[in-house]
Every structure is written in structure tokens, then in C-alpha cells.
């Protein structure tokens, strides 16, 4: 057995075997179901209700705010009118009402869109105050077309509802929000990976700073060559990480089908939704709903797998090796917050370009640019594969991640080599440099 696949085997042991690895494996998915069983109940539960008093001069828009308390809101509103301003402000104060909207008495109602206030001892939520806007804009609307003698039911019946037919250029029907449902899953791959170098690159870095300060690296350099040593750490453990990650998957998906079959419960959207609106559902949508199942069955599902393996891959090891490097420079994780932050600002800079460039022009230049950059390529690129990527495209763009891996190994391996026996000074940007001339 050669000598990395020996270091391999020890390092995927060694993170197997420990305790708190162990107990996060198996204690991270019943803590994540308890957390969303808790959210679930904290959003099931009604908030309390905001008594909203209004004091209108006018007599046109009480009964409007007044109109809304038949629905299931928040907020309810009490026409209070006849009381002076004085007294509902006392009562603001003792927190008998959350809040009170004061509509003055004007000649003129163009001075009244700038004079309505309101008044309570905390800030109105955005919600609230645009609600409130609306409700009152629509009246002073509706009461100039009727002094402009116009028909507002005319109006309303002029008024148009336009909904765009979407068709492919082969005469297919397409679909609305299709563009967001590809984003969403090139976003789901792509966050995986982010949050896998993270979580695993940080495992490697802590594992070469233990042996360092324990000075156990000293036994085993001995024996072994840096290079030999970093390459075995980085595969050990990610092969730890995803033994962890297809256990969190397979523990996840049991208990949502053990919570379905045995507790009655429905997992999903549809959680609280009754069986009769569900069947309605299911007949007025079927054929949205199969539309929908078809086009993401044409999504290129091999190529996005693929990607995801061949990018996961490239990423991790790629991301890990400055991990290891970093690892080796440093004697203990306070001195290496100075050299993880250019490391992560790529990963961070990756995932808002997906979001806001890649979804609105996933085939434009900055799209394609920084799916070609080996730091930023295995999440962008991963957001534009469900869009469908030309194969040079991702030719060039996995070569250059590959071979950008390789050298950057090729120098992490000489900062590894001599920062591995380093001990007692903090390593600077400038002793890196110097390292690398070794």
C-alpha cells in the first residue's frame, strides 16, 4: 500500500473514530428536525392582535380601515372619531392601542395626502404603513374621478389584466418562473459546495495546526514527505465529510417518511393544507403541474450530476490545499483569520454573482467569465448548467480549475514543507512570499 493511500486511511480514522464527529453525525439531523418542527409551530401560531384607533375629520375613511376587520389580520381597526386627539394620545401612551391614525379636516384633499399621521409608542412595520397609504390614496382617488363626474365602475371594468403567453421558438409551450425554479437548483449545488469547503477545509487546517502544536508532525515528516502528507489529509478528509454528508441525507429522509407514514404527518408546502382544497388543487394545476415536471425532466440532469461531482471535487481540493498551507504557516487559529479572509471572498463573491448575474443573464459576459475563473467556477458554473452550457465552455472552464489545482498545491506544498516545522512567530504575508522561493 503506498504511503498516501496509508495517510489516507489514518486520516479518515482518525476523524471517523472521534468523538464529537461522531455525535454531530448522528445528533446534527435530530437537532436540524427539532429546530424546523419548532419553527413550523412558532409560524402556525396567530400573532396578537393590534388595536388600531382612527380619529378621521373627514368621515370618508373610517369605514374603509373599518371594512378590513373582516378579514383575518393583525390589525383592527376602531372608528373612535368623536374622541378628542388629546385623549387617544393619553391612551397611546398607557398602551390601551398600538397605534392611532389622525386624518385631519382640509378644503383640500391634494393637502391631505401629505398631512395624515400616525402615532405610537413603537415603529410601524413597512407593511403596516404601506397598507395604510393604499387605503388612502384609493379614497382620495375614487372621491376626485366622482367630482371629475366619472364612472369608477367604468373605470374599473377598463382597467386591463394582461398575462404574456410564453412560447418556444420550436411552437413548445413554456412556462412562467421556470428561470427561477433552474436558478434555485444551481443555487442548492452550488451552496453545498460552498458550505462543504467551509466546514471540511476548516477540518483540515484545525487537524495540520493539532499535529503542529503537539509537535506529533515532527514523528511523521520523518517519514513522509510534506507533499505526501498534505494530499492524504485533504482526501481523508473529505472522504470523512461525505461519509457524514450521505449519513445526514439518509437519516433526514427516513424520518420525514417515518413522520409521513407513521404520525399522519404531511412533509412539505402542503403540510396544513386540507385533503378537499388539496384535491381541487391537484385538478385545477395537473396540467400546470405535469408542464412543470416535463420541463425539469429536460433539464440536462446527466451534465448538472456530473458538473456537481466534477466541481465538488475540483472546488474542495482546490479550496483545501490553502487550508493545509494555511495550517501549516500558522500555530493556532487566531493567527489564521489574517490569511482565511482572501480565501473566502471568492466563495462569497461566487455565490452573489449566481444570484444576481447568472439568473438575469446567465449566458451574458460577467456570467461566463467567472464561470471560467477557477476560484469562483464551481458555483457559478453550477447555476448556469441548468440553463444549458456549450461543452467548451465547461472544457475549459473544469481544465482550468484542474490545472489552477495543481499548481496551487505545487505552492502549497513549499509554504506546507516549511511552515510544517515553524514554530513560535507569527508567519506574515511576507514570510509566505519567502517560503515559496525555498
Do not use: C
Not at 450521505?246 to 408546502?269: C, D, K, Q, Y
Not at 456537481?308 to 494555511?326: D, P
Not at 458555483?379 to 440553463?387: N, Q, T
Not at 482550468?400 to 511552515?419: H, P, Q, S
Request: glycine share 6%; aromatic share 12%.
Amino acid at each position: 500500500m503506498s504511503i498516501i493511500s496509508l495517510i489516507i486511511k489514518r486520516e479518515f480514522i482518525a476523524k471517523v473514530r472521534n468523538k464529537s464527529f461522531v455525535v454531530m453525525t448522528f445528533l446534527s439531523p435530530l437537532l436540524f428536525v427539532a429546530i424546523a418542527g419548532f419553527i413550523g409551530y412558532l409560524s402556525s401560531m396567530k400573532a396578537d392582535t393590534k388595536r388600531i384607533a382612527i380619529h378621521d375629520e373627514t368621515g370618508f375613511f373610517a369605514n374603509d380601515f373599518v371594512k378590513q376587520n373582516k378579514k383575518e389580520g393583525e390589525f383592527k381597526y376602531l372608528n373612535l372619531s368623536e374622541i378628542d386627539t388629546k385623549s387617544l394620545k393619553d391612551s397611546i401612551t398607557k398602551e390601551n392601542f398600538s397605534g392611532l391614525i389622525i386624518i385631519p379636516k382640509t378644503t383640500n384633499l391634494k393637502e391631505l395626502e401629505s398631512k395624515v399621521e400616525f402615532i405610537s409608542n413603537n415603529s410601524p412595520s413597512i407593511v403596516f404603513i404601506e397598507n395604510t397609504q393604499d387605503v388612502i390614496a384609493s379614497k382620495i382617488t375614487k372621491i376626485n374621478l366622482e367630482k371629475a363626474k366619472l364612472d369608477t365602475t367604468a373605470i374599473q371594468k377598463a382597467q386591463a389584466n394582461v398575462n404574456i403567453h410564453l412560447a418556444k421558438s420550436s411552437g413548445e409551450e413554456s412556462l412562467k418562473g421556470l428561470n427561477e425554479i433552474k436558478i434555485g437548483i444551481g443555487g442548492a449545488f452550488g451552496y453545498l459546495i460552498m458550505m462543504f469547503i467551509i466546514i471540511y477545509g476548516n477540518m483540515v487546517m484545525r487537524s495540520v495546526i493539532e499535529e503542529k502544536t503537539n509537535r506529533i508532525i515532527e514523528i511523521i515528516i520523518s517519514s513522509v514527505k510534506p507533499f505526501q502528507l498534505m494530499i492524504g489529509k485533504i482526501i481523508g478528509t473529505s472522504l470523512a465529510g461525505l461519509l457524514q454528508f450521505t449519513i445526514w441525507a439518509v437519516i433526514g429522509l427516513s424520518l420525514m417518511f417515518a413522520a409521513s407514514a407513521f404520525f399522519g404527518v404531511n412533509v412539505g408546502p402542503t403540510a396544513r393544507i386540507s385533503p378537499e382544497l388539496m384535491q381541487a388543487a391537484q385538478q385545477e394545476f395537473s396540467g400546470t403541474a405535469q408542464m412543470y415536471i416535463a420541463e425539469l425532466w429536460n433539464l440536462p440532469i446527466a451534465s448538472i450530476l456530473v458538473g456537481f461531482i466534477v466541481y465538488f471535487i475540483g472546488g474542495y481540493f482546490l479550496y483545501s490545499s490553502f487550508y493545509a498551507a494555511i495550517g501549516a504557516a500558522v500555530d493556532n487559529q487566531t493567527d489564521s483569520q489574517q490569511f482565511l479572509l482572501p480565501i473566502i471572498m471568492p466563495l462569497i463573491l461566487s455565490v452573489y454573482i449566481g444570484f444576481f448575474t447568472v439568473v438575469n443573464d446567465p449566458h451574458g459576459t460577467v456570467a461566463v467569465v467567472f464561470s471560467m475563473i477557477p476560484l469562483t467556477s464551481p458555483i457559478v458554473m453550477l447555476m448556469r448548467l441548468p440553463f444549458g452550457v456549450p461543452w467548451w465552455q465547461i472544457a475549459i472552464s473544469v481544465s482550468l480549475l484542474f490545472a489552477t489545482f495543481f499548481l496551487v498545491v505545487w505552492f502549497a506544498a513549499k509554504i506546507y514543507r516549511v511552515g510544517i516545522l515553524m514554530y513560535g512567530k507569527k508567519p506574515t504575508w511576507k514570510e509566505l512570499y519567502k517560503w515559496l522561493k525555498y
